[in-house]
């Protein structure tokens, strides 16, 4: 992985990802007692950053005969959109616990859904079985560096809508985006993980100096963000480019949703929020951070409830 | 009123209004059956297209002791924004029924709000009065010709943004948006105006060919754009350059709010969704149309009841 592959991903997104607004507000930056930058990411196609990603690994691919993926949600919308402007068939593995609103859209995307029990079953086999049986080409959600490079496409355009000194903050997963960020801005801004608590695998992996797994990935509200352990391409990077890693809870998520709403006029999920929760609540923070709003698919129960508690 | 003015004020504005971005989403125009570009001036600085106007009306001043407004909430946070980066004090005049959230921004961003009675007050005779004792201007909410022209701006930008053949569809109030962006975009687009039923003051003078009046000023969930006539400067403009006004009902209004939280995960509040609810499910419009998104400052309760109806 290198800053080479970011600019060629780059490249191939120009004209189909979206350039995502960098936004800000004067009632926001008061409440956090500092100057917050949001990457409006929940604006690119599919609503969130993953349309990147899979674009970037898709366009990538030569004769493949379709593409499959496992995904709660989010990286599935992204390679779904971009199998289909490819023309190429998709097939997204799911937990079957996965919000509704990104199963409709995955199918409405035109691929075909296979949900599995997150508990109980092993994805990686259903994968590894219908990759063999039908020809398909596994587009991994973090631990691929194509997906990496057109993450990284974001981190790019960070560093050309702000030209300032600041922090980058992003929610982090597998670490795909935050390693594709971080290698995009090395030199210019360091690079902070934002987790929510209980699963927060990455910040205790850089703490430790290896990869530790979370000890459940069921129960978060965060789903867009909770895997079982940092990549093994991801890790070595982040643990070069980043700082320490950021934890925040399920109720600060939950509020940067709402002050999102109000301020920035901006839907945001919970694990798409905490980078955002983190900039607004975590007082060890510079004067200036940019949060990257990396997903807003989110469930309207979900929503309405975080409005009747925190709006 | 002339394009000059207009390219003039977009100069003013260049660095301080933020370029907002034309939003689409493939789930979205299949349930429009047509292409539809939103013009998302929600994510503008104060949460609508009115800071454009009261940047530009009040970097023309010189020599102002401060600003006066009359606003329902929209021109209100713009001008009061515009005015303290400007460092000069503003005094708002508000109904008294104006949503809170935007009473509230008003004086957060550290304008002087005056409330009155919409059914029983004259804003005009209270704002001359202050005026008059505290040798403050009036920026008019769209009257006014470097109103007009800050707003026509949007139009400017659009006219960048899209390249294709298309109808730019404006929520409408007294057209101050509308004429602007008709300005801008003659020769490129034709604008229709939108407004909601029973507020429908612009259509009904346009098909006339005469200003005429609403028959009341209350009880519309679209506070926004709810004006008691066509203004004198702008409505010759709109005659001269608009297609027929069209009309879309409350409960459109609020599902294209919900759509829009779903499909393009930005916030409207009602009035600023009725352009979008016209390219949604109007049938006599042209295969690709461009609605501007005008503003998002809703009232909390307001989403949230429309997202349990129709999310």
């Known amino acids: 992985m290198n800053i080479e592959m970011i600019r060629a991903a780059a490249l191939r997104l120009e004209g189909h990802a979206r350039v995502t607004p960098l936004l800000n507000a004067p009632l926001l930056d008061r409440i956090a007692g ?102 398909l080409v596994l587009v991994r959600p973090y631990d691929e560096p194509e997906v990496i490079a057109g993450q990284g496409s974001v981190g790019l355009e960070i560093a050309a809508q702000f030209g300032g000194a600041a922090e980058v903050l992003t929610c982090c997963g597998g670490g795909g985006l935050t390693s594709g960020v971080a290698l995009a801005c090395e030199g210019r801004f360091r690079v902070r993980t934002v987790e929510p608590t209980g699963f927060d695998d990455v910040a205790r992996s850089l703490a430790l100096g290896e990869r530790v797994r979370n000890a459940t990935l069921s ?17 070595p990077i982040m643990q070069r480019l980043c700082g320490p890693g950021l934890v925040v809870s399920d109720d600060e998520a939950l509020r940067a949703m709402v002050l999102a709403f109000q301020h920035l006029r901006i839907v945001l999920e919970p694990g798409g929020a905490v980078a955002l929760a983190a900039a607004l609540f975590r007082d060890d923070l510079p004067e200036t951070v940019i949060a990257v709003a990396s997903g807003g698919n989110v469930d309207p129960a979900v929503f309405a409830a975080a409005m009747a508690r925190f709006g």
Chains 1, 2 share one sequence.
């Open 219 to 235: 129960g978060s509200i965060c789903d867009a963000i909770v895997t079982p352990t940092p990549g093994e391409i991801t890790f």
């Open 34 to 135: 500092r100057r917050v930058m949001v990457k409006a990411e929940c604006l690119q196609w599919t609503g969130s950053f993953k349309y990147r990603g899979g674009w970037a690994a898709v366009s990538a691919l030569r004769g493949a005969a379709g593409v499959l993926a496992f995904s709660s949600g989010n990286h599935a919308q992204g390679v779904a959109l971009a199998a289909a402007q490819h023309g190429l068939p998709a097939v997204i593995v799911m937990p079957s616990d996965a919000p509704s609103v990104k199963i409709d859209n995955t199918r409405a995307y035109g691929a075909e859904v296979v949900l599995y029990d997150r508990a109980r079953e092993d994805r990686d086999a259903i994968g590894a079985a219908l990759a063999a049986e039908r020809g």
